[in-house]
């Protein structure tokens, strides 16, 4: 954001060039701050009213309708139990594509689930992605298993989404 000096100084580099003498903005340091808070309340205004779930909650819903214990959930996608807590624990926490897709495979979501958990964490699935697609195949032909997929990733020779081979 240009600071008020520099406004002024561009208010008045622009009436000389036009030439307006009747030009009345006049720009000084309580008029900025006014902007500043007007600026600052839309942002946040904007931000109340476009914010979606977290990935936190957005995975923990999943979870939570499963009915199945978190243990067997993060077994299932691979992932050991202190980087799970991490995840539980930590809302702002933001787990790597691969380990929020490996967690949808575990809660085996379907494709528009899988869209939405991505979605609260940042990520997509790529059509012009060859991981992507890999993945969206398996979703679609409903192969949850972590070690099928990684197979399928493999023959493509790309890496696994999680540790387990």
Same mark, same amino acid.
């Given at each position: 954001? !240009?600071? @008020?000096?520099?406004?002024?100084?561009?208010?008045?580099?622009?009436?000389?060039? !036009?030439? /307006?003498?009747?030009?009345?903005?006049? !720009?000084?340091?309580?008029?900025?701050? %006014?902007?500043?808070?007007?600026?600052? #309340?839309? /942002?946040?205004?904007?931000?109340?009213?476009?914010?979606?779930?977290?990935?936190?909650?957005?995975?923990?819903?999943?979870?939570?309708?499963?009915?199945?214990?978190?243990? /067997?959930?993060?077994?299932?996608?691979?992932?050991?139990?202190?980087?799970?807590?991490?995840?539980? *624990?930590? @809302?702002?926490?933001?787990?790597?594509?691969?380990? *929020?897709?490996?967690?949808?495979?575990?809660?085996?979501?379907?494709?528009?689930?899988?869209?939405?958990?991505?979605? #609260?964490?940042?990520?997509?699935?790529?059509?012009?992605?060859?991981?992507?697609?890999?993945?969206?195949?398996? !979703?679609?032909?409903?192969?949850?298993? /972590?070690?099928?997929?990684?197979?399928?990733?493999?023959?493509?020779? %790309?890496? @696994?989404?999680?540790?387990?081979?």
């Amino acid at each position: 954001m !240009l600071n @008020p000096e520099i406004l002024i100084e561009l208010q008045k580099y622009v009436e000389e060039r !036009l030439e /307006i003498e009747s030009f009345s903005l006049k !720009l000084n340091e309580s008029s900025f701050d %006014l902007f500043q808070e007007v600026q600052h #309340s839309e /942002i946040d205004n904007f931000i109340k009213t476009k914010r979606k779930p977290t990935l936190n909650q957005v995975l923990f819903n999943f979870i939570d309708s499963t009915g199945v214990k978190d243990s /067997i959930i993060y077994k299932r996608a691979g992932i050991d139990r202190r980087h799970f807590s991490k995840i539980r *624990t930590n @809302p702002n926490y933001q787990p790597r594509k691969n380990t *929020t897709i490996a967690l949808a495979l575990a809660l085996e979501l379907t494709k528009e689930d899988t869209d939405e958990l991505l979605g #609260s964490a940042g990520y997509s699935l790529s059509d012009s992605d060859t991981n992507d697609l890999v993945i969206q195949y398996c !979703l679609e032909k409903k192969i949850y298993d /972590i070690n099928l997929v990684n197979q399928a990733l493999d023959h493509f020779d %790309l890496d @696994p989404l999680t540790g387990l081979h």
